[in-house]
Each structure stands twice: as C-alpha cells, then as structure tokens.
C-alpha cells in the first residue's frame, strides 16, 4: 500500500497520475531495473535482434554502463551537443534495427542541464521504440522549480514518448538513503519489469 500510495503520488507529480511503478533501493536499482525490462520487451516483440542497443548521450549516469554490463545490452553513446545537451540529430542516426530504447537526463550529472526530452519524445514515438528518463537528480526539484514561476523545460510524462522515469527519494525527496522510484506510464509498459 505504500509503494502504491508513493508512485500515484509521483506520477502525479511527473504529469501522469495513472502512472504505475516500483520503488527501489536507489538510482541504481531503478535503471538497472527500467534496462533490463526494455530489454525483455525487445525480446518479446522482437526476438531476432541478438544484440540488443540503447541509444545514449555520452552524459547519462553510470549506472547505465552497470545495466549494460549485467543484462548484454550495448549502449551506443552519442557525444553531447555544444549546449551539453543530448545531440537529438545524432542519436537519431545512431537508431537502427536492434536498438531497444533511448535515454536522456533531467538532469544530468557532470553539467546539471536537462537534455532536449520533448524532441526525444518525438524520436522515439518516431522509431517505435521506448524513452527512459533519469530525473534520479531532478525528479523531486523540477517540479516545484517549476511550480515557482521558473522556466522548466518539459521532461516528463507530458512528453508522450517518455516511457519510464527513475527519481530518488533519496535526494530531493527527503527520504531515508536507499531509496528511489521507478515510474512507468502504464501496466503495458511496466510489465515487462515483471518475471
């Protein structure tokens, strides 16, 4: 009941309040859990690709790197633009048959800059593939920066191809270390966490 009452509340938050989701023992956990169950959706509805690739800026968490390792998915990183951001035309290239999804950071840790996930968004409704969002940072700030009157660009589920979105409970959200959630837009997209 609490982790039900923890991610309505978040989903809420993030511009989804039919959100579903888990919370983790941290960031960590969160992306090792979103990679392994894009993952297992690619192969599902995919099973011929052997070689399964996520499509990445060159600034998202390491962590990532940990889920790759783990789970054998290769991330093809993609340098950043002179903004810092995530170079959306490059990733764009970078998409081929046996990319499982794309990520981006709100924010990302060596700059602090939210990536373009708006334009993300469109890519992946674009390629039919799922976008993962990492606010482990800034899940628990944005949305009050924004409450206040500041410009905040659009990170969340607002953005209709963002998939999932891990955020930590643990830094903004003031919770006890070790913990965090990760948050799916819907059952059919969070299934694929389940086994």
């Known amino acids: ?95 081929g048959f046996s990319t499982i999804g794309i990520v981006g950071s709100a924010p990302q840790y060596p700059h602090g800059v939210v990536d373009p996930i708006v334009e993300l968004s469109d890519l992946a409704l674009a390629h039919g593939v799922p976008l993962h969002v990492d606010a482990c940072v800034g899940g628990f700030i944005l949305p009050w920066v924004e409450k206040l009157g500041r410009r905040v660009p659009v990170w969340d589920f607002r953005a209709p191809g963002v998939t999932s979105i891990s955020a930590d409970l643990h830094k903004f959200g003031y919770a006890a270390k070790g913990a965090s959630t990760l948050t799916w837009r819907s059952m059919d997209a969070m299934k694929h966490q389940i086994f």
């Open 1 to 95: 009941l609490l982790e039900t009452e923890i991610i309505e509340m978040t989903g809420r938050l993030f511009g989804c309040p039919g959100a579903v989701g888990t919370v983790t023992s941290g960031g960590t956990e969160s992306i090792l859990c979103a990679v392994a169950a894009y993952r297992d959706r690619a192969r599902r509805r995919k099973p011929w690709i052997l070689r399964p690739e996520l499509v990445v800026p060159t600034t998202i968490h390491p962590a990532f790197d940990k889920a790759a390792h783990y789970f054998g998915v290769k991330l093809k990183k993609i340098p950043v633009g002179p903004d810092f951001r995530a170079d959306v035309p490059a990733m764009a290239k970078a998409i």
